[in-house]
């Protein structure tokens, strides 16, 4: 089946210490998403790639930052995790930008 | 500045019981409306997606209508099921990207 696929589940970091969360996926689909959603709150939009094209959120901390090397494959990196960055990080592909969005199952991110 | 609310936060409602989500936006210049599932710590499932030409989305039990000039959109579900538990948000696409709502939590008693 076609899907987005998020490792790792969970990720357990120590406070300032590079973590790098990964992104998959088989749709083929242009467009590529990370989001940040902290407990209860709206899932917020932190940056997309549409093909190779970046597209940084204003209000994105520069500790965060991303890789697409190819179509199929997104990272996530945190250069210098600190508490507040405890969150659930979802992942999601459309085909274009404004179609529908298929997300990942999330990675739980834990700060010590 | 795009702002989208989902009002009630959280809903309790007996097996079999029709009923009515509501997500409500302050710019009615939308892309398109989307609605997601979302259960405890797992990513979000795409439900209904309505363009902004469209006034309504029907899948299964679920029916997605859309009111772009009064800001309004509402999400159906028929003869509820204690499966049907979990968070429910909408999102609005604007210029570029997706806001969405905070959602509804949604308790179905068996």
């Known amino acids: 089946d076609a899907m987005v696929i998020q490792n790792p589940r969970y990720q357990v970091t120590q406070f300032g210490k590079p973590v790098t969360l990964s992104c998959s996926q088989t749709?083929?689909?242009?467009?590529m998403y990370w989001y940040q959603q902290k407990s209860s709150q709206a899932p917020k939009l932190l940056f997309h790639?549409?093909?190779?094209?970046?597209?940084n959120e204003a209000d994105t901390p520069d500790n965060f930052q991303s890789r697409r090397p190819n179509t199929s494959f997104c990272f996530l990196d945190i250069r210098s995790p600190g508490l507040g960055d405890a969150a659930m990080y979802l992942c999601?592909?459309?085909?274009?930008?404004?179609?529908?969005?298929?997300f990942g199952p999330g990675t739980r991110l834990t700060v010590l | 500045k795009q702002e989208v609310t989902q009002i009630p936060a959280a809903l309790s409602v007996p097996e079999g019981e029709n009923l009515v989500l509501n997500c409500s936006f302050t710019?009615?210049?939308?892309?398109?409306l989307q609605w997601f599932r979302q259960d405890p710590g797992k990513g979000l499932t795409s439900l209904l997606l309505?363009?902004?030409?469209?006034r309504e989305q029907t899948s299964g039990r679920l029916n997605a209508s859309l009111d772009k000039s009064s800001g309004r959109s509402t999400l159906y579900i028929a003869a509820s099921q204690p499966g049907d538990s979990a968070t429910y948000l909408c999102?609005?696409?604007?210029?570029?990207?997706?806001?969405f709502g905070t959602g509804t939590r949604l308790k179905v008693l068996a």
């Open positions: 999601a592909t459309s085909r274009d930008e404004g179609d529908e969005q298929f």
């Open positions: 749709l083929n689909h242009n467009v």
């Open positions: 790639y549409y093909d190779k094209d970046f597209n």
């Open positions: 710019d009615s210049a939308i892309y398109n």
């Open positions: 309505i363009q902004s030409s469209q």
């Open positions: 999102a609005v696409k604007g210029t570029y990207k997706y806001i």
